[in-house]
């Protein structure tokens, strides 16, 4: 009766519409590396030098909390940067959000790694993981049951052992 009233199918098709509009928005916002790779987070801190051979920059998602015990962060390894080795004594899991890169479990033969690719480094095992040498790495990673502990730093990765493809 009130030509001022204002259905509920009117607003919902009103919202959808603002965040569709957001969404493209936000998508068409997204900064890119000089690399290629598409950033979803903020860069975020440069991890120290003795735990990386080049620039790695890390962004914290979900802080470390007796909780959730799960410790959650975005990795930007430059290309050509990789981790030393290292464990953990949960493991870890990666999901590569996008381009190109490497990881090797110690005793196993070094893999390349892309966007969609989920890696599992199971506890206690070392491991390492980078950027190729011509592509930038995007990596969220996974740290469950950190009551175990979060990581033990190991020694550089060789160029011999980032280059063997063996």
């Known amino acids: 009766m009130n030509r001022h009233r204002i259905s509920a199918a009117s607003v919902a098709a009103f919202a959808f519409a603002a965040l569709f509009t957001f969404s493209c928005n936000e998508q068409t916002s997204k900064k890119t590396a000089n690399d290629g790779v598409e950033a979803i ?5 440069l991890g120290p030098a003795k735990n990386f051979t080049g620039n ?6 979900v802080e470390n909390d007796s909780i959730f015990t799960t410790l959650v962060g975005n990795v930007y390894f ?3 940067a990789r981790s030393n080795w290292h464990t953990h004594p949960a493991g870890q899991i990666l999901i590569i959000t996008d381009g190109v890169g490497y990881h090797q479990l110690e005793g196993q033969p070094r893999q390349t790694i892309k966007k969609g690719d989920v890696v599992k480094c199971p506890p206690n095992v070392r491991h390492w993981h980078g950027a190729s ?5 995007q ?3 996974i740290i469950p ?22």
Do not use: H, S
């Open 41 to 45: 987070f903020p860069k975020g801190e």
């Open 56 to 61: 790695a920059w890390n962004y914290g998602l």
């Open 78 to 80: 430059e290309p050509g």
């Open 133 to 137: 040498p011509d592509t930038g790495l």
């Open 139 to 141: 990596q969220l990673y």
């Open 145 to 166: 049951n950190t009551e175990k502990g979060i990581v033990e730093w190991r020694q550089p990765v060789t160029d011999e052992e980032y280059n063997n493809a063996k």
